[in-house]
């Protein structure tokens, strides 16, 4: 339990809850709200029971409660409000709340009954589109700030990851519907940041498609041969770091002169890293700004 965080500055909670630390000041003078301890500099340091309060204190006031009303209730009545207003629509950021609190305590227990919850009421497109897409944005932006390190993020991204496979796996069992065309799903070199791409493979394989999920680091010169894989093949690639934005567009030119040497196929590319390409002309290239843009084009 050593690596658990358990101690939390008012900069964390204002990440984590998207409550201001102005006001979360103004929460605990006016309304008691919370009582965070002291260094010997006087800085405020909370417990993980008081982020756990904040998170369903903010749920309520965002569900229309006002925090003079929260501020008289103990945290065994918030806990109960909390839950009776749950419904449908509202399920989403609860359960975000509760993955962070899986992620920052390395709490497996809590993220599989989380997600149990939620397939309850959703498929797993929904899932991931609704629930976990907004989780991971968040997490970028903790991990930016400070306020988790590498290892909460790979904790509870390997999570995920692991519910995508499952679930991509129950796909692959059923036989491809539409014959058309076949994608091949990639990674370039040094790539690692995978999920993007495996939920793209779900999509595809949902759509009845057939696909060849290839994973991270894969370098170009490999790639020629699985043309023979389909007469339309379709390659697919999510650049979030690499190639790096001074080689990138070189990277796109060299698919066509290296990949398609012999027969030309469509590439379709998304990620961070598109934004630095100096997009060409050319008929087989692809550029999408969003997952939800290229499942479109399926």
Known sequence: ???????????????????????????????????????????????????????????????????????????????????????????????????????????????LGTYEQLEQKRNFRQIFTDVFIPFLKEIGLLWQTDTINPAHEHFVTNLIKQKLLLNIEKLQYSKPTKTDRAFILFLPENEIHELGLLYINYEILLHGYRAIYLGPSIPLDSLSSMLAFHDNTVFVSYFTIKPEKDNISKYVEDFNTIVCADRESEFWMLGKQIMHVSQSTAANHKYYDSISALISDL
């Open 1 to 111: 339990m050593n690596n658990v965080k358990q101690t939390f500055s008012i900069k964390d909670l204002e990440n984590l809850c998207g409550v201001k630390a102005h006001t979360i000041r103004i929460w605990e003078k006016r309304y008691n709200l919370l009582s965070p301890n002291r260094t010997d500099t006087n800085i405020r340091t909370y417990n993980l029971k008081s982020l756990q309060k904040l998170l369903n204190v903010t749920y309520l006031v965002n569900s229309g409660y006002k925090i003079s009303r929260i501020s008289k209730l103990n945290e065994q009545e918030i806990n109960e409000y909390v839950r009776s207003i749950v419904t449908d629509n509202s399920t989403k950021s609860q359960a975000i709340n509760s993955l962070k609190i899986a992620m920052l305590n390395y709490d497996l227990e809590l993220f």
